[in-house]
């Protein structure tokens, strides 16, 4: 049988306790060898039903508990006041334990690790071309000089030359304007 929800069991309760009060009231039942009044019977079963409200409650409480811990705006703020307070008593180890603070610890890295890295930056700026500062100023660029364009009275008094024509594409004749 699977797991019953907990609805579905308040509802099955709630079901005997007027199934009791209707038929049971004034009887009394065996039930796993003990014998139970009708009255009984519902004060047994009522303990369930208010049980059963109580872990509903219980659970929304804890909800919302669990809702209001994990708020990220609370989150952060813990987490900045921490950083204002490191920044603050930075020296002073024994104020950060009195505020329950570590120290931040310092980072060490292995000099193997930093010849590494420092070969690794070298090659990566081989690789791209990169420059510093200086050595940008060190390199200048240069234009290509053009010849100078003649001047309007040198380009009037020099006749154009004829541009030769091309018999068309389906061999007829052409007719050239005389010289």
Same mark, same amino acid.
């Given at each position: 049988?699977?797991?019953?929800?907990?609805?579905?069991?308040?509802?099955?309760?709630?079901?005997?306790?007027?199934?009791?009060?209707?038929?049971?009231?004034?009887?009394?039942?065996?039930?796993?060898?003990?014998?139970?009044?009708?009255?009984?019977?519902?004060?047994?079963?009522?303990?369930?039903?208010?049980?059963?409200?109580?872990?509903?409650? %219980?659970?929304?409480?804890?909800?919302?508990?669990?809702?209001?811990?994990?708020?990220?705006?609370?989150?952060?703020?813990?987490?900045?006041?921490?950083?204002?307070?490191?920044?603050?008593?930075?020296?002073?180890?024994?104020?950060?334990?009195?505020?329950?603070?570590?120290?931040?610890?310092?980072?060490?890295?292995?000099?193997?690790?930093?010849?590494?890295?420092? %070969?690794?930056?070298?090659?990566?700026?081989?690789?791209?071309?990169?420059?510093?500062?200086?050595?940008?100023?060190?390199?200048?660029?240069?234009?290509?000089?053009? %010849?100078?364009?003649?001047?309007?009275?040198?380009?009037?008094?020099?006749?154009?030359?004829?541009?030769?024509?091309?018999?068309?594409?389906?061999?007829?004749?052409?007719?050239?304007?005389?010289?």
């Amino acid at each position: 049988m699977g797991k019953i929800s907990r609805n579905t069991q308040q509802a099955r309760v709630l079901a005997l306790i007027a199934g009791v009060q209707k038929h049971l009231l004034n009887t009394s039942l065996i039930v796993d060898g003990t014998t139970f009044t009708g009255a009984q019977l519902v004060q047994s079963l009522q303990g369930r039903v208010t049980a059963n409200a109580a872990v509903v409650t %219980a659970k929304a409480a804890w909800q919302s508990a669990i809702k209001t811990d994990t708020d990220p705006a609370a989150v952060t703020f813990v987490a900045q006041l921490t950083q204002a307070i490191r920044i603050m008593y930075a020296s002073s180890v024994d104020v950060l334990a009195d505020f329950g603070v570590a120290p931040r610890k310092v980072r060490v890295v292995d000099p193997a690790t930093q010849v590494e890295a420092a %070969a690794k930056a070298r090659a990566t700026r081989a690789a791209r071309h990169t420059l510093g500062k200086n050595q940008k100023k060190s390199i200048k660029g240069s234009v290509a000089t053009a %010849a100078a364009p003649a001047t309007p009275a040198e380009a009037a008094s020099t006749p154009a030359a004829p541009s030769p024509v091309s018999p068309p594409a389906n061999g007829a004749a052409t007719t050239h304007p005389a010289t």
